[in-house]
């Protein structure tokens, strides 16, 4: 940008522009480092169940039954990622179209009042920490589901709700970024050639921001996959593929919180915990390739 | 995001330079902040040693109460971790050591069991606090450097919902049920109601004790069940959820629940301290080899009856020299 | 169905799709704040936790949360402003600089509970700092720090180019031009995003448990010394935050009114919470006034 000045005007500030740059990168390094160390540490944890202790992997993903302290030792992993995607998928299912509806009303029909209160509501709820909305809906939607559908209250749809409340103004904050991006010659043709508000959001809105909608989409359920304590609050933590979505079920995390402490370190039914973590960590990482992936259409 | 990207301030420059300077020195002062704190904490990282007494903070002797003869000669800190069900005695107890013994610090931290037996087998704490035998948990050739200090029992009871009309269970109907032969109150003499399972997960110490002398065999994973690894969440879900049961620690019981007999016999501390009542386990001080001397003079503190008749009980715990009855880690039970 | 009568019911439903996202939260903090207020006195804030009788506090879990969100900061503001300079100001274009940004993402998407076991792996265990709030800062840090240079990188951008150039014509360092000129005005936007992630550090619970601890022990009030053991401001020792309490008591509470504590403390997290959020608003609101002279 302004190369060629810089190089004029450096000269009597070297010292303060050498200390400015190793400072910067210095932080930069250690970021770098960070993230770097949380990997190769989770790695080699979450791997040495397989190399140390000789679990198999493809039965680690796909073994049904989870008993690490059984005899024999069993470690079916897929209960608790079935577990993982079904809530945060259903989460993003429950979450996405209030979200979409929340962010057209702040941006087409009532941007004053909408900017003014439904945003800020909006932005509160992503401020509430997650044990809160763990105790409200264990002592709130529960035992609601208990007494309004067959089963015990908790499972998957417990865990949804309760998530897809926490995802909302991750959705709801990027879709309205991109509803209010859009030139506004697109909308104003659409009205021109008498379209009515509906068929120029369906027709018109919806479509040229549908990938930047999906960003916002992926990264809820990124969110909503990572979330530990609320969910295991209210999901009912057993080892298994639930029958319905109203029956005790598991997801990665519920499982790591509720065994970790109790594990000792270098165990093979604490690595197996780690392996979760791994798993996580990994799905994780494909979410943002996702996103990435995502933002590189939408710009397009 | 609020809508000032775009804002332009050009013109106000001038006016806010005071402003900035005030703005940069706070961002600096903190820089500087953070470096005396980082400095601080390297340099207190080495002082605290684990166990190694002091050598300068030792007091003259002659200056020691008549009362407490060995006390003043103690000093030293001590790194206790592991159980969060023991943490509130050992907390107790350590305030009240530190109380006597002045130049003492206690530190207590909570994180699970299998925490508190990783740290004390690696050196990282001084006693590792833990529900099972480290049998249970570690390698068997971590677990023999180990040596037990059992400072109280626990007893366990199965509770049930409040509506559930059954009052005791045999072994043979607690097995079924928790490994889903029966599924239905009816079959148990109770009403026609389907029963719900609210277990531990497979790693819970409390668990393993359930199943070891209540059961007698390892219970199933039920599909349907419920598992939550804290006593609270078990006594909330089984005090509302009908039809439930579960099990919990004699501390925990109260009126939400209803408690029943096993085999007849009631979960009463009595009927534990004598035999007769089998599901109780100890609670656990592992120390890494023989305790140094200050974690031996708290250990020791531990079962005195200050802390046994006290402490012990008002916490719900049995006292460990009220039993009549020794166990090992096999389950062999000598008088 | 006429395109007509389509429009109005789709816009009926976003009304009232939007009505129930208020409600929602409505009866959320509602529910909260009716159960919990009740409980909140100045003795319920101030005094410390009892294991099994009635009338326990929240004292040391109140103090720990603020000492700890205070710990956190230091430690990342400086690192995160440094790194999102970096990012805006010295990162040549090119592939590795691409490279770092997209570690900075998917470090911000990594989950809490394993930043908090990694906390338990490297700070706690191979470290050796024990269960204590320096652990625990720490790992808040790990999390907290993409989002600080997300929101530097963001306030540096929000710098008018004119004003960056002017200060360099002048002759000043281009270090000297980030320092005095552009972090100056891109404040606002730096402070606002900063106390957004202070709310956000202050209701973290799943990476704590594993770093912080979930005992708090016995702190003496009267000791201000920083390496005396039971000194509050000991950043060695273990501490129990507001969000971990809440946690704890909610599963493993003995005293009798374990349910009143969990809600009157829910209640004052939120409270806290969302005053950090009123007060980034506000402040951003305010320094924007400030600062563009609009009455």
């Given at each position: 940008?302004?190369?060629?000045?810089?190089?004029?005007?450096?000269?009597?500030?070297?010292?303060?522009?050498?200390?400015?740059?190793?400072?910067?990168?210095?932080?930069?390094?250690?970021?770098?480092?960070?993230?770097?160390?949380?990997?190769?540490?989770?790695?080699?944890?979450?791997?040495?169940?397989?190399?140390?202790?000789?679990?198999?992997?493809?039965?680690?993903?796909?073994?049904?039954?989870?008993?690490?302290?059984?005899?024999?030792?069993?470690?079916?992993?897929?209960?608790?990622?079935?577990?993982?995607?079904?809530?945060?998928?259903?989460?993003?299912?429950?979450?996405?179209?209030?979200?979409?509806?929340?962010?057209?009303?702040?941006?087409?029909?009532?941007?004053?009042?909408?900017?003014?209160?439904?945003?800020?509501?909006?932005?509160?709820?992503?401020?509430?920490?997650?044990?809160?909305?763990?105790?409200?809906?264990?002592?709130?939607?529960?035992?609601?589901?208990?007494?309004?559908?067959?089963?015990?209250?908790?499972?998957?749809?417990?865990?949804?709700?309760?998530?897809?409340?926490?995802?909302?103004?991750?959705?709801?904050?990027?879709?309205?970024?991109?509803?209010?991006?859009?030139?506004?010659?697109?909308?104003?043709?659409?009205?021109?050639?008498?379209?009515?508000?509906?068929?120029?959001?369906?027709?018109?809105?919806?479509?040229?921001?549908?990938?930047?909608?999906?960003?916002?989409?992926?990264?809820?359920?990124?969110?909503?996959?990572?979330?530990?304590?609320?969910?295991?609050?209210?999901?009912?933590?057993?080892?298994?593929?639930?029958?319905?979505?109203?029956?005790?079920?598991?997801?990665?995390?519920?499982?790591?919180?509720?065994?970790?402490?109790?594990?000792a370190m270098g165990t093979?039914?604490?690595?197996?915990?780690?392996?979760?973590?791994?798993?996580?960590?990994?799905?994780?990482?494909?979410?943002?390739?996702?996103?990435?992936?995502?933002?590189?259409?939408?710009?397009? | 995001?609020?809508?000032?990207?775009?804002?332009?301030?050009?013109?106000?420059?001038?006016?806010?330079?005071?402003?900035?300077?005030?703005?940069?020195?706070?961002?600096?002062?903190?820089?500087?902040?953070?470096?005396?704190?980082?400095?601080?904490?390297?340099?207190?990282?080495?002082?605290?040693?684990g166990a190694?007494?002091?050598?300068?903070?030792?007091?003259?002797?002659?200056?020691?109460?008549?009362?407490?003869?060995?006390?003043?000669?103690?000093?030293?800190?001590?790194?206790?971790?592991g159980?969060?069900?023991?943490?509130?005695?050992?907390?107790?107890?350590?305030?009240?050591?530190?109380?006597?013994?002045?130049?003492?610090?206690?530190?207590?931290?909570?994180?699970?069991?299998?925490?508190g037996l990783t740290q004390v087998s690696e050196g990282q704490s001084d006693i590792g606090?833990s529900?099972?035998f480290a049998e249970e948990k570690l390698d068997a050739a971590k677990a023999a450097e180990l040596v037990d200090h059992?400072?109280?029992?626990?007893?366990?009871?199965?509770?049930?919902?409040?509506?559930?009309?059954?009052?005791?269970?045999?072994?043979?109907?607690?097995?079924?049920?928790?490994?889903?032969?029966?599924?239905?109150?009816?079959?148990?003499?109770?009403?026609?109601?389907?029963?719900?399972?609210?277990?531990?997960?497979?790693?819970?110490?409390?668990?393993?004790?359930?199943?070891?002398?209540?059961?007698?065999?390892?219970?199933?994973?039920?599909?349907?069940?419920?598992?939550?690894?804290?006593?609270?969440?078990?006594?909330?879900?089984?005090?509302?959820?009908?039809?439930?049961?579960?099990?919990?620690?004699?501390?925990?019981?109260?009126?939400?629940?209803?408690?029943?007999?096993?085999?007849?016999?009631?979960?009463?501390?009595?009927?534990?301290?004598?035999?007769?009542?089998?599901?109780?386990?100890?609670?656990h001080m592992y120390t890494k080899g023989e305790p140094s001397?200050?974690a031996?003079?708290?250990?020791?503190?531990?079962?005195?009856?200050?802390?046994?008749?006290?402490?012990?009980?008002?916490?719900?715990?049995?006292?460990?020299?009220?039993?009549?009855?020794?166990?090992?880690v096999?389950?062999?039970?000598?008088? | 169905?006429?395109?007509?009568?389509?429009?109005?019911?789709?816009?009926?439903?976003?009304?009232?799709?939007?009505?129930?996202?208020?409600?929602?939260?409505?009866?959320?903090?509602?529910?909260?704040?009716?159960?919990?207020?009740?409980?909140?006195?100045?003795?319920?804030?101030?005094?410390?936790?009892?294991?099994?009788?009635?009338?326990?506090?929240?004292?040391?879990?109140?103090?720990?949360?603020?000492?700890?969100?205070?710990?956190?900061?230091?430690?990342?503001?400086?690192?995160?402003?440094?790194?999102?300079?970096?990012?805006?100001?010295?990162?040549?274009?090119?592939?590795?600089?691409?490279?770092?940004?997209?570690?900075?993402?998917?470090?911000?998407?990594?989950?809490?509970?394993?930043?908090?076991?990694?906390?338990?792996?490297?700070?706690?265990?191979?470290?050796?700092?024990?269960?204590?709030?320096?652990?625990?800062?720490?790992?808040?840090?790990?999390?907290?720090?993409?989002?600080?240079?997300?929101?530097?990188?963001?306030?540096?951008?929000?710098?008018?180019?004119?004003?960056?150039?002017?200060?360099?014509?002048?002759?000043?360092?281009?270090?000297?031009?980030?320092?005095?000129?552009?972090?100056?005005?891109?404040?606002?936007?730096?402070?606002?995003?900063?106390?957004?992630?202070?709310?956000?550090?202050?209701?973290?619970?799943?990476?704590?448990?594993?770093?912080?601890?979930?005992?708090?022990?016995?702190?003496?009030?009267?000791?201000?010394?920083?390496?005396?053991?039971?000194?509050?401001?000991?950043?060695?020792?273990?501490?129990?935050?507001?969000?971990?309490?809440?946690?704890?008591?909610?599963?493993?509470?003995?005293?009798?009114?374990?349910?009143?504590?969990?809600?009157?403390?829910?209640?004052?997290?939120?409270?806290?919470?969302?005053?950090?959020?009123?007060?980034?608003?506000?402040?951003?609101?305010?320094?924007?006034?400030?600062?563009?002279?609009?009455?």
């Open positions: 940008m302004a190369q060629p000045l810089e190089r004029q005007q450096a000269k009597p500030h070297l010292a303060e522009e050498w200390v400015g740059k190793v400072y910067t990168l210095l932080c930069i390094a250690f970021l770098i480092l960070t993230i770097f160390s949380l990997v190769y540490f989770v790695a080699s944890k979450g791997l040495s169940t397989f190399f140390v202790n000789g679990v198999n992997v493809i039965d680690l993903l796909t073994g049904l039954k989870w008993a690490p302290e059984g005899e024999p030792r069993l470690f079916g992993a897929l209960p608790f990622i079935f577990g993982s995607f079904s809530t945060s998928l259903l989460a993003a299912a429950i979450a996405a179209p209030l979200g979409f509806c929340a962010s057209v009303f702040m941006v087409e029909i009532a941007p004053k009042f909408g900017r003014q209160y439904l945003q800020p509501v909006i932005e509160l709820l992503a401020g509430i920490p997650s044990v809160v909305y763990g105790f409200v809906g264990l002592s709130v939607i529960v035992p609601f589901f208990r007494d309004v559908f067959p089963g015990q209250g908790v499972g998957i749809a417990a865990g949804a709700v309760v998530l897809s409340i926490m995802i909302l103004p991750t959705i709801t904050t990027i879709a309205t970024d991109a509803l209010a991006a859009l030139p506004k010659g697109l909308k104003e043709g659409s009205y021109a050639l008498g379209a009515t508000r509906w068929q120029t959001i369906y027709r018109i809105v919806l479509p040229t921001t549908l990938p930047a909608l999906m960003t916002g989409i992926v990264l809820g359920i990124a969110r909503a996959f990572g979330e530990a304590l609320a969910v295991q609050m209210v999901i009912g933590n057993a080892p298994h593929i639930p029958r319905s979505l109203f029956e005790s079920a598991s997801t990665l995390t519920s499982a790591i919180t509720l065994s970790m402490g109790n594990t093979v039914a604490n690595n197996a915990l780690w392996s979760l973590a791994l798993i996580l960590m990994l799905m994780t990482f494909v979410f943002v390739f996702i996103v990435r992936w995502l933002e590189r259409r939408s710009k397009i | 995001m609020p809508a000032f990207y775009n804002m332009n301030c050009q013109e106000k420059n001038k006016e806010l330079e005071g402003e900035l300077y005030e703005m940069k020195k706070t961002v600096m002062m903190l820089m500087v902040l953070a470096l005396t704190v980082v400095l601080a904490a390297c340099g207190q990282n080495n002082n605290s040693g190694s007494p002091s050598p300068e903070s030792s007091a003259p002797e002659s200056s020691a109460p008549a009362s407490e003869s060995p006390a003043a000669e103690l000093s030293g800190s001590l790194l206790a971790t159980s969060s069900a023991l943490l509130p005695l050992v907390e107790q107890a350590s305030k009240k050591f530190m109380d006597i013994h002045k130049g003492v610090s206690i530190q207590v931290q909570a994180g699970g069991s299998g925490t606090n529900d099972v059992q400072v109280a029992v626990v007893g366990m009871a199965a509770v049930v919902n409040p509506n559930v009309s059954v009052d005791s269970l045999t072994k043979q109907q607690l097995v079924d049920i928790f490994t889903g032969k029966v599924t239905n109150w009816k079959d148990l003499g109770g009403e026609d109601q389907k029963i719900q399972i609210i277990n531990r997960p497979s790693s819970s110490g409390t668990r393993a004790t359930f199943e070891t002398y209540a059961l007698g065999q390892k219970s199933e994973d039920l599909q349907g069940s419920i598992q939550e690894d804290s006593s609270g969440t078990v006594r909330k879900l089984v005090g509302e959820t009908p039809g439930a049961i579960g099990y919990l620690a004699l501390s925990y019981l109260d009126e939400s629940i209803k408690v029943l007999k096993y085999d007849g016999v009631e979960a009463t501390v009595e009927n534990v301290a004598n035999g007769t009542y089998p599901v109780w386990a100890y609670e001397e200050l031996k003079a708290f250990l020791d503190f531990m079962l005195t009856d200050e802390i046994q008749n006290n402490d012990v009980v008002e916490l719900g715990y049995i006292p460990a020299n009220k039993m009549e009855i020794k166990r090992d096999n389950g062999t039970i000598t008088k | 169905m006429s395109a007509k009568t389509a429009n109005k019911i789709a816009t009926s439903v976003i009304v009232a799709v939007s009505g129930l996202i208020v409600l929602v939260l409505a009866g959320l903090l509602g529910y909260i704040l009716v159960r919990g207020l009740g409980h909140i006195s100045f003795d319920f804030l101030t005094s410390a936790p009892e294991t099994i009788r009635r009338g326990g506090g929240i004292g040391p879990q109140l103090f720990n949360s603020v000492f700890l969100l205070f710990l956190t900061m230091i430690i990342t503001i400086p690192l995160g402003l440094g790194a999102g300079i970096y990012m805006s100001e010295y990162a040549p274009a090119n592939k590795v600089t691409n490279g770092i940004r997209l570690i900075v993402e998917v470090l911000s998407s990594v989950p809490s509970i394993i930043v908090g076991l990694f906390g338990l792996l490297v700070l706690v265990n191979l470290f050796g700092f024990g269960f204590s709030l320096f652990a625990g800062a720490l790992a808040l840090t790990v999390f907290n720090l993409p989002l600080m240079v997300r929101i530097t990188e963001q306030g540096l951008r929000s710098v008018p180019r004119e004003q960056k150039e002017a200060s360099l014509a002048l002759g000043l360092s281009k270090w000297k031009t980030i320092t005095s000129v552009m972090l100056p005005i891109a404040m606002p936007v730096i402070l606002t995003g900063t106390i957004l992630a202070a709310g956000r550090v202050f209701g973290e619970a799943a990476a704590l448990l594993f770093t912080a601890g979930m005992s708090s022990p016995r702190l003496d009030f009267s000791d201000w010394n920083p390496f005396s053991p039971f000194s509050p401001l000991n950043p060695f020792r273990p501490a129990e935050t507001l969000a971990v309490h809440i946690w704890k008591i909610n599963s493993e509470g003995l005293a009798p009114d374990a349910k009143e504590i969990a809600a009157g403390a829910s209640a004052v997290l939120v409270i806290t919470v969302l005053a950090f959020n009123f007060a980034a608003r506000w402040l951003g609101r305010y320094l924007y006034r400030r600062f563009t002279a609009i009455k």
